[in-house]
Each structure stands twice: as structure tokens, then as C-alpha cells.
């Protein structure tokens, strides 16, 4: 797909990976919403872009149906969807202090699993009204994790989850192959974003020691580059690909 000129809606883009992915297709002429939380940074990340902010709490359905009809409304069309909200928790299965709370379990596969669905399937709506380009109308981007192919200690929730995300992906662009719009997923490792942007650097070169190359965290860029990619290249699609320098998770 073209990027210049299209409509593309960043959720979580006030920050890191999103952020990046917004700023990338922004410059390669593409008109931008950010939905992100209300107390982010995203009006003034939209205002930078000449876009529009939307304040958005992914767990909310009506909050979320509301959020992206403004959002697709404002910017007179989508074409391009790139997901990165989620977040995690530290949690065996079972410890001393008994089982894993199964309301911590519900609540990251809410998060991560359902909410990026919920997303997805809005997301698919407003693109399915678009006039194709080459038989195309959308592209939507999710956001996994390496460790849904090999979960750490404590990340079960975690990597239920985005597995789950990988899992679906094929099955969703099956689903909208017909309608002419793309679904990828994007598996990265540990990013330089949130917390972990103010690890050590000793902590982040023990963290990433077993990746092929680069031996380091990544670069939100990185993960924008490859949105941009995907995007432009429409034979990218029902695949998750991993962006990870060729890591693979160890046990702890």
C-alpha cells in the first residue's frame, strides 16, 4: 500500500514502538490519530504530527467503539492500523503463597488478547467501506511478543496472551483476505520503551547476551521500520514476524 496520503490510526502511540511507527508514517505522508490513555502524552505527540489525540481505555468496549468512530471520523477514512497497547505481570503459576490469582489472569488476557481483537474487528469495519488500490483497503498491525514463543518464568499470563495475538493472526487475515485487507503481526524482544528504557546498561547487555546480532535492547525505530515495511509490501500478511536480533528468551 501507498502510505502517502492514507489515514492511519496509532493505538498506544503516545510512546516507544507506536510512537515511532506513527512518526515514520507521518513523514512518508500519511495523516495520524493517536489513541492512547488519557493521562499520555498524546495530544502532544499528535499535535507534532499535525494529527488528532483520542484518549482511549482498551478494556472499555463502548469506550473503544466511541474513541475509534471519533478517530476514523477525524481523519475522513483508515487504511492503516498499528496496535501496541498491552502490558504484563510477574506471576508463576503456582508459589508458596498459593496458585496464580486467576483475576491477574483474566485481567492481562483482557488486556492484551481481547482488547486487541475488539480493536481489530472495529478497525476491520471502517477499513471494509474503503475504495480498494490494488484490490487493497487495509492493513492492520498487531504487536506480540518473542515470549509467546518461549514464555519466561512468571510470564504465563503474559504469553498466553500474545501468543494467542500470533494465533490469530493467519485465521483474521483469512477472514478479511476477501475484503482486501492485510493482518500482521509483530513479535518484537525486549524494546528500549517504558521501563525498560532506563535499565542499566549492564542489566540490558545481561538481558540480551543471547540474541545472534545486535547484542542489545531495541530501537523503537526498529519496530516503526518494520510497520512501514509491512505496509508497503502487500505480501506481507497473516504472518507473525519476529524482530528480536535473533533471541530466544531463556527460562529466567
Known amino acids: ?70 478517530a476514523v471520523e477525524a481523519l475522513g477514512g483508515l487504511h492503516i492500523a498499528i496496535n501496541t497497547a498491552g502490558g504484563g505481570l510477574a506471576r508463576r503459576t503456582l508459589t508458596r503463597e498459593g496458585p496464580h490469582p486467576l483475576a491477574d489472569f483474566r485481567r492481562i488476557i483482557e488486556l492484551n488478547l481481547i482488547a486487541t481483537f ?30 509467546a514463543f518461549e514464555g519466561q518464568i512468571g510470564q504465563v499470563a503474559y504469553s498466553a496472551s500474545k501468543s494467542a495475538i500470533a494465533g490469530m493472526t493467519l485465521t483474521m487475515a483469512r477472514d478479511l483476505g476477501s475484503l482486501g485487507i492485510r493482518v500482521v503481526s509483530i513479535a518484537p524482544s525486549l524494546f528500549s520503551t517504558g521501563l525498560t528504557r532506563g535499565i542499566p546498561d549492564q542489566f540490558a547487555d545481561a538481558l540480551t547476551k543471547d540474541a545472534a546480532f545486535p547484542r542489545r535492547m531495541g530501537r523503537p525505530e526498529e519496530y516503526g521500520r518494520l510497520a512501514v515495511a509491512i505496509v508497503e509490501n502487500p505480501m506481507l500478511n497473516g504472518g507473525c514476524i519476529r524482530l528480536d536480533g535473533g533471541q530466544r528468551f531463556a527460562p529466567k
Open 118 to 147: 475488539n480493536l481489530n474487528r472495529l478497525q476491520a469495519l471502517h477499513m471494509s467501506t474503503n475504495e480498494p488500490e490494488d484490490d487493497e483497503r487495509g492493513v492492520i498491525i498487531d504487536t506480540a511478543s518473542i515470549a
Open 1 to 70: 500500500m501507498e502510505i502517502d496520503g492514507k489515514k492511519a490510526m496509532i493505538v498506544g502511540g503516545a510512546s516507544g514502538m507506536a510512537r515511532a511507527s506513527a512518526e515514520q508514517l507521518h513523514a512518508k505522508g500519511a495523516s495520524i490519530a493517536i489513541l492512547d490513555l488519557p493521562t499520555s502524552a498524546g495530544a502532544e505527540i499528535a499535535s507534532g504530527l499535525g494529527g488528532t489525540f483520542h484518549p482511549l481505555d482498551v478494556t472499555d468496549e463502548e469506550h473503544v467503539e466511541r474513541a475509534l468512530s471519533e
